[in-house]
């Protein structure tokens, strides 16, 4: 399309996903379009609340267009009130709208025909694609989502207020679409790669309306607006991940094989799962500054904790979702920065070796061995912290990095 569209917006998963595959190919999107229950002023089906939509709007950096329907609205009436409203932008020379609509050929060509007589054209950038495929592809790209209303007819009441993830997908029934396309389920997305920030929020009563159940979502406190990517934590996964933190920096203290030391392990879990980064420094440095006290302090300590620091911003820096092999990656990243920024300051201060370029040279290769133990050593502490984490998030969910912050 050569010009700007309009994006059907209802605040959940597909809506999320066309915006980012409109973005993708370079599509120009003019805002997002919405529809909201006077009185209840929530999303219909969905339930949302219209404040947790402006929050999503606000972190898309994309304006909300909102076509009010009455109570009990008759399909006569939402065809004159969204039509009214479409005319309207088609005044200003937007005639297109895109929806995240899946593979329902009914109300495909009932949104064609609709647009239609108005000589408007609907676009549908995600028809025909595998929901299966698009539901791992949803929380592999690390978008975050709960279950706001489901269908009793579908599905038991009790996953109302259930995270979109990988889990859910799991042990969802075998005759459960995994995008909910049939209307089995709506969900609200508070994060991922389109937001500028999280959307926090807390989950509310639980509400009953004929066969479907609603998770009343409220609105919470917004991180600063000086760190708009930041994620507020929950207690529950602040207590847990400072515990580990606690037992790896206590585990410093244990006979070990010369380099075999949990703590850049320690920095990278740190830095990946604490959120604001500011705990994600203080802590894990914190943690560590413990265990010298006990151990004694040497001349290169300054040099050990900006190396140390530097691991925790390595890790800190990268998105979600935190995979096994990038974990890996940024433990292993962090074990070879530590030992170059370490071994130079060897070279630079100790004297013991010459300083000259074959001096350094020779202080890193004097250091091999301690690399590899220490590159073992930390590849080892870190499935630990992480693989201890991530059972814990299976059975108790308010672990998980996707549960929603509290105030």
């Not at 917006?9 to 120009?28: F, H, N, P, V």
């Not at 025909?113 to 054209?121: A, D, F, K, W």
């Not at 209303?149 to 029934?173: F, M, N």
Request: net charge neutral; aromatic share 10%.
């Amino acid at each position: 399309m050569s010009g700007p569209v309009l994006l059907a917006w209802s605040g959940g998963k597909d809506s999320c996903l066309t915006l980012a595959e409109l973005r993708q190919t370079g599509q120009s999107v003019a805002g997002l379009l919405t529809t909201v229950t006077e009185g209840f002023d929530r999303v219909a089906m969905h339930g949302v609340r219209r404040s947790l939509l402006e929050q999503q709007a606000a972190s898309l950096g994309l304006p909300l267009h909102i076509v009010w329907l009455p109570q009990q609205c008759s399909n006569n009436e939402y065809d004159c009130r969204m039509q009214a409203t479409l005319e309207g932008f088609q005044r200003h020379g937007i005639s297109s709208v895109a929806f995240g609509d899946l593979f329902l050929d009914d109300i495909r060509q009932y949104r064609i025909e609709r647009l239609s007589r108005i000589g408007m054209t609907a676009l549908f950038p995600m028809w025909g694609c595998d929901t299966r495929a698009l539901a791992r592809e949803f929380y592999r790209r690390g978008y975050r989502a709960v279950l706001t209303c489901v269908d009793t007819h579908a599905l038991d009441a009790g996953w109302v207020g259930k995270y979109y993830d990988e889990e859910l997908l799991r042990d969802s029934p075998a005759h459960l679409d995994p995008c909910g396309e049939n209307g089995e389920f709506h969900t609200f997305v508070f994060d991922g790669p389109v937001f500028s920030r999280p959307v926090t929020f807390e989950r509310g009563d639980i509400v009953w309306r004929d066969r479907f159940v609603f998770c009343d979502l409220v609105p919470s406190l917004r991180p600063s607006s000086s760190q708009p990517k930041e994620i507020i934590m929950n207690k529950e996964r602040f207590f847990t991940i400072s515990a580990l933190i606690l037992g790896a920096a206590v585990a410093r203290l244990l006979p070990h094989p010369s380099n075999v030391t949990p703590m850049t392990a320690l920095a990278v879990f740190g830095g990946m799962c604490y959120r604001p980064r500011w705990v994600a420094f203080t802590l894990p440095l914190g943690a560590m500054l413990l265990s010298d006290c006990l151990i004694g302090f040497h001349a290169l300590m300054p040099v050990v904790y900006g190396s140390f620091a530097l691991v925790v911003a390595l890790a800190a820096g990268q998105r979600q979702p935190h995979t096994s092999m990038r974990v890996a990656f940024t433990t292993a990243t962090g074990s070879v920065l530590f030992y170059l920024t370490t071994n130079f300051a060897v070279w630079t201060i100790s004297g013991m070796y010459p300083r000259t370029l074959t001096g350094l040279l020779e202080c890193y290769l004097m250091g091999l061995p301690f690399l590899r133990n220490a590159l073992l050593g930390d590849l080892a502490y870190s499935a630990v912290l992480f693989g201890a984490l991530a059972l814990l998030a299976r059975r108790y969910p308010s672990l998980r990095s996707s549960a929603p912050a509290t105030a």
